[in-house]
Nanobody, 121 residues
Framework: QVQLVESGGGLVQAGGSLTLSCAAS????????MGWYRQAPGKQRELVAR???????NYADSVKGRFTISRDIAKNTIYLHMNSLKPEDTADYYC???????????????WGQGTQVTVSS
């Protein structure tokens, strides 16, 4: 199994910054991709940012230029650096790791427990 532990959410004023962290532990043979998703009340979960094992990144149009996803391979941790936050960024944020647990296994999706980000106007 793989466990993901998130931290870093909170309340911030519009224009402020926050950094989310997601640390992984457990049986990981290889990583396909890691990402951050968010879900606002009454809305579907949406992709915010994603980084592949090769380091390629992609972002939702709504966060381009404001958010940056990064990783620390040695620490098995990914980060989401959020700048110029807007009230519409308010949501529960979830990290996702898409990994293989063994050389012969299929890919598995694991999710963090979620961390709340609230941006006040």
């Amino acid at each position: 199994q793989v466990q993901l532990v998130e931290s870093g959410g909170g309340l911030v004023q519009a224009g402020g910054s926050l950094t989310l962290s997601c640390a992984a532990s457990g049986s990981i043979f290889s990583i396909n991709a890691m990402g951050w998703y968010r879900q606002a009340p009454g809305k579907q979960r949406e992709l915010v940012a994603r980084i592949t094992s090769g380091g390629s990144t992609n972002y939702a149009d709504s966060v381009k230029g404001r958010f940056t996803i990064s990783r620390d391979i040695a620490k098995n941790t990914i980060y989401l650096h959020m700048n110029s936050l807007k009230p519409e960024d308010t949501a529960d944020y979830y990290c996702n790791w898409n990994v293989k647990r063994a050389s012969w296994s299929r890919l598995y999706d694991y999710w963090g427990q979620g961390t709340q980000v609230t941006v006040s106007s």
